[in-house]
């Protein structure tokens, strides 16, 4: 049994940052990639960025140099760093946790508002 819990959404003013925070716990036993993607309303999910095992990181194309991820493999924690927000960035933020066994276990969301 795998937990996903999100943290750290809330309404924040156009150029303002935020972070959320996505934890694991349960059978999880290292290696784990750990990935955000948002959600609009109505719309499919799309991916927002990657946490690797090894620590690296990748942001889609569109987000870098406003958003970045960061790990603590010990807490099995990432956090997603969001700066400069527009509200275009308004969504549900979800994190996903693959397991070795290739097994996806899904948070709850976070809401993430950005008001003008």
């Known amino acids: 049994q795998v937990e996903v819990v999100e943290s ?24 784990n990639v750990m990935s955000w993607y948002r959600q609009y309303p109505g719309k499919e999910r799309e991916p927002v960025g990657t946490s690797l095992p090894s620590g690296n990181a990748n942001v889609e ?5 406003r958003f970045s991820i960061t790990r603590d493999s010990a807490k ?6 969001m700066n400069n927000l527009k509200p275009e960035d308004t969504a549900t933020y ?23």
């Open 61 to 65: 194309i569109a987000l870098r140099g």
């Open 94 to 116: 979800l994190c996903v946790v693959t397991t070795r066994g290739g097994e996806a276990h899904w948070g709850q969301g976070t809401q993430v508002t950005v008001s003008l």
């Open 8 to 31: 750290g959404g809330g309404v924040v003013q156009a150029g303002g940052s935020l972070r959320l925070s996505c934890s694991a716990s349960g059978s999880i036993y290292g290696f």
């Open 76 to 81: 099995n924690t990432i956090t997603l760093h």
